[in-house]
């Protein structure tokens, strides 16, 4: 970033001295986008560092806590990894729990993104439709688990609930008005001309930048690469139950939309069949709290994408190192490709296109390098001065 | 009665503001403006601008990064204005208290009018909050 | 595990003594430990021709002393092969990734952050993740700071 000198332009009423802290820095050429330059410290915690202060117990609820949208997938993750450092393994009725509830969490939050990338685009009789039905999914989860959000289902050693047979039923009967609700989105979602203006040919991910950038998730299935951890690296029952990976190369927000809406109905697949298959017998096994030394690269695929937990484990009831990379983060690089040469209108759609953690996509900086103007604008601000585009 | 107090104990406009939480907090909030709890019969309206706001709801436990700009939303919003601390992390920034980058509780930051636990608390206690902050308000 | 065991043996004939140790604990995992100054020939090898293409993340471990930077790098997003490298902790530096993988570009900037790494290279290690108020030189994921001394070094503030 080479100016002369440069001109604060406050946008609202912010003291010019304060500094904030912003999420994405977009150098500017009038409406195209020149440069991206990321920096999310909006929400770090500092959770690595209280992992390792923490029992491997505690542990569990800290990292059903890192995300509110997928806190499944991070348990999952968790719990598997500290089963393989203490060579356990969730017994079979377990790990097809684990499946059953992992798809039901992608349902959920792929909802909640549809929902939201239809409020992206200024349609928000979608928004108001999808997430009404995503609420079936989330009383499904109230009946299993006790809570809507945050099942805290899984524990080292398995799964702290069972899935009765009583429940099957209406764990069905819920899959089946899901299905005829998504068959109506994925239909809408092609046809409806507000979505394919807004989505149709924007935020374009060429599939070797996909690769080139370690892209992943639906944002990299999007662009064609058919990666995805439960068939590549298979975990809890993954490996029994047979599922397509949904990849299309459209390698646009639409696209980006498409595979999101057909992997939920895949995933009704998953779980209707995980149901009718589900072994008998114990949800879980004893595990000891002190962990012998060792070290594990646990993954699973979380909606938003590939997720990864390193563990290093030092023979005490606390880790000695727990590493996590949320898929966000993974994607963040393609995102940044993706703004790339594309007009400042369409920032919030593309943002909004890799199904990140919305705190963490609020706030961006501006810069106009021709004209030397700086200013910083929130999402909304974004969204309203291109509303009528 | 006060006619502007009035008018404002019958809707509220409230600005949401999370302060680096997990999200939960906030899904429960947008999810009670959906049809299934729908928010907005009760005449309360999520607002963008603090300028315009009588309530600011809080998630999170107030990340290093965030605090001034909460801080700052809270002092542009006109009096009389009300806090409503939503979820565990707002109180007491409960399970992130291990975690350096962490002011742990929107009450450590700004004075706080309502308190609504759960982690996170379902939309139907959202809204109970809201309600019994009203009432306190027209008292 | 034969696909695992086969990619080990490629990796020791073209690092020969460049190669410190390998486990291949179970399918699809395989941890390789090796000089740090063969790192960019390694990933060059690892990502060109053994078509490991995709950087999960790169770890950073507090060894005591000294510090370890893992690459988790994956086969057809299937195979795990986790490459390390230690560095003192006194000058810590390891050559960047990001022209071999530019995916790594933020994960560098990461390890940077938290453990004070430098990715010799590396286009813009400007901080990440941490505040700008942040002090200068402490690196929070480091043994040495306890939390009660971060708290009251941010409390400062």
Known sequence: ?389 | MNLFKWARTKSPWIIHFNTGGCNGCDIELVAALTPRFDLERFGILLEGSPRHADMLAVTGPVTLQVKDRLVRIYEQMPEPKHVIAIGTCAISGAPFKECYNVYGGIDSVLPVDAYVPGCPPKPEAIIDGIAKLIQKIKE | MEKENEIVEKLKNFLKRNLVRTTVPKERRIFVYIKKDALRHAVKYLAKDLKFKHLSTITGVDLGGEIEVIYHLAYKGSIVLSIRVTVSEKNPSVPTITDLIPGAVLYEREVHDLFGVKFEGHPDLSPLLLPEEWPQGVYPLRKEHELEHLREMTSKK
């Open chain 1, 1 to 389: 970033m080479s100016h002369g000198s440069i001109i604060k332009v406050p946008f609202g009423p912010q003291h010019p001295a304060l500094k904030e802290p912003e999420n994405f820095l977009f150098e500017v050429d009038g409406e195209i986008v020149v440069d991206v330059k990321p920096r999310i410290g909006y929400n770090h915690r500092g959770i690595e560092k209280a992992f390792e202060l923490r029992t491997y117990i505690q542990n569990i609820y800290l990292a059903e806590r890192i995300c509110g949208i997928c806190s499944d997938a991070h348990t999952t993750c968790y719990t598997q990894a500290i089963e393989e450092l203490l060579g356990v393994e969730a017994p079979p009725r377990a790990r097809y729990i684990r499946v059953i509830i992992a798809e039901l969490e992608r349902i959920q939050s792929h909802a909640l993104w549809v929902g939201i990338a239809a409020h992206e685009i200024g349609f928000d009789t979608l928004f108001m439709y999808v997430w009404r039905d995503r609420e079936t999914v989330l009383d499904l989860f109230e009946m299993i688990s006790g809570n809507r959000i945050h099942y805290a289902m899984n524990t080292i050693g398995g799964v702290r609930r069972d899935i009765h047979a009583a429940m099957v039923s209406k764990i069905k009967k819920g899959l089946d008005f899901l299905e005829k609700r998504l068959r109506y989105y994925l239909n809408a979602v092609q046809t409806e001309q507000t979505i394919l203006k807004r989505a149709a040919g924007v935020g374009i991910l060429k599939p070797k930048d996909a690769v080139d950038l370690c892209a992943v998730g639906p944002t990299s299935r999007a662009s064609g690469i058919k990666n995805d951890v439960r068939a590549d690296d298979p975990y809890a029952a993954y490996d029994e139950i047979p599922f397509h990976v949904i990849a299309r190369d459209g390698c646009d927000v639409l696209t980006r939309i498409l595979v999101r809406c057909e992997e939920m109905l895949e995933s009704l697949e998953i779980i209707s069949y995980a149901l009718d298959r589900m072994p008998e017998g114990i949800v879980r096994v004893k595990a000891p709290v002190k962990v012998p030394q060792g070290e594990v690269v646990s993954r699973v695929e979380a909606p938003r994408g590939e997720l990864i937990h390193y563990a290093k484990s030092n023979g005490t009831t606390k880790p000695e190192r727990y590493k996590v990379r949320s898929p966000t983060l993974g994607n963040i690089p393609a995102l940044c490709k993706m703004l790339l040469g594309g007009y400042v209108a369409d920032i919030p759609i593309v943002l909004a296109g890799i199904d990140p953690c919305f705190a963490c996509m609020d706030r961006m900086a501006f810069v106009d390098v021709k004209k030397n103007k700086e200013w910083n604008w929130t999402m909304q601000q974004l969204r309203r001065k291109y509303a009528k585009k």
